[in-house]
């Protein structure tokens, strides 16, 4: 079945939901939605790894598309932005690789959309996690305020705020993480939310006091 690209009404609605997320307070970020994945990991498409995960992807901790329910748009949206923001500096090259990896909640579209580029635009906030081997911890929690909204039956656009640290695999405690408000656009097509456009701003370049083991 063809796609319906997004309506005008539909773009209205996003920018209008952009601009009260600015504006709205954040969320504690105190929640913890990471779910294991699977031994057999996708790395990139086309590529597999039959290692053990916990040898591969975050310690065994990084949400996977499995841990969505596609029927229920807050699901979907919460496990993409989970999936967006878990990186594994072991195997990872750019952040794009994370979303490479959320493919299978994406339209065809966008999906198509997902090219890692040369280099990783965070590569100065990554060089001390990758001297440790770190991976990513990531919390996601609604925005405040009116930011989710329905546009329609079969469109809806959620708000999120993002939050992660560091772990590092020997054990170093890490300073720094992230703070991120991330704007995830769905579509509804034969029962399943698919996502269809994210946009992601930066809320602080650190989140103080985020060492392994804190932040909880």
Request: net charge negative; aromatic share 6%.
């Amino acid at each position: 079945m063809t796609r319906r690209s997004h309506t005008n009404l539909y773009r209205a609605a996003a920018l209008a939901v952009s601009m009260m997320a600015l504006t709205s307070c954040t969320a504690d970020a105190a929640s913890e939605d990471v779910a294991p994945i699977s031994a057999l990991t996708e790395i990139y498409e086309g590529s597999y790894t039959s290692a053990p995960a916990e040898e591969i992807l975050g310690g065994n901790t990084f949400a996977s598309p499995e841990d969505a329910d596609r029927s229920d748009v807050d699901s979907t949206a919460r496990v993409a932005a989970l999936m967006l923001h878990s990186w594994d500096t072991e195997v990872d090259r750019t952040e794009t690789a994370a979303a490479v990896r959320a493919i299978p909640l994406m339209s065809e579209e966008w999906a198509a959309n997902q090219v890692e580029p040369e280099r990783n635009a965070s590569n100065g906030e990554w060089l001390e996690p990758a001297d440790h081997g770190a991976y990513s911890v990531p919390r996601v929690v609604p925005a405040i305020g009116d930011a989710a909204q329905d546009v329609a039956a079969d469109k809806a656009i959620r708000i999120l705020d993002v939050t992660w640290r560091w772990v590092a695999r020997d054990e170093t405690p890490l300073d720094g993480g992230g703070h991120r408000q991330v704007t995830v656009y769905l579509e509804k097509t034969d029962g399943q939310w698919d996502v269809v456009g994210h946009q992601t701003r930066d809320m602080t370049t650190a989140m103080p006091g985020w060492k392994t083991g804190e932040g909880k």
